[in-house]
């Protein structure tokens, strides 16, 4: 089993930045890869970016030139650095996990609310 504890969300104005962070533990963190998703109210979860277990990042369409996705093995922590936030990117964001051989994220956590002013 893998567990997943977010941290960083809040309340920011637009234009700003902030940076979450989920970290990892039951497994070895190396051989996982880690998603960012997030969920508005009344809609469905999305993507925002995904950095796979051979170091492969995938950033999804809105998060192009401000999101970055990063990980640091050694502490077993996946990051999500958001600037130039907008109202739109308001969501609970919630870190997950999968293995090398799986096709759908197993494992996630409970979600950061991130709001964002206009």
């Known amino acids: 089993q893998v567990q997943l504890v977010e941290s960083g969300g809040g309340l920011v104005q637009a234009g700003g930045s902030l940076r979450l962070s989920c970290v990892a533990s039951g497994r070895t963190f190396s051989s996982l890869t880690m998603g960012w998703f997030r969920q508005a109210p009344g809609k469905e979860r999305k993507s925002v970016a995904a950095?796979?277990?051979?170091?492969?990042?995938t950033l999804y369409a809105d998060s192009v030139g401000r999101f970055t996705i990063s990980r640091d093995n050694a502490k077993n922590t996946v990051y999500l650095q958001m600037n130039s936030l907008k109202p739109e990117d308001t969501a609970v964001y919630y870190c997950a996990a999968k293995t090398r051989y799986s096709g759908e994220y197993d494992f996630w956590g409970q979600g950061t609310q991130v709001t964002v002013s206009s």
């Open positions: 950095f796979r277990w051979d170091g492969i990042r």
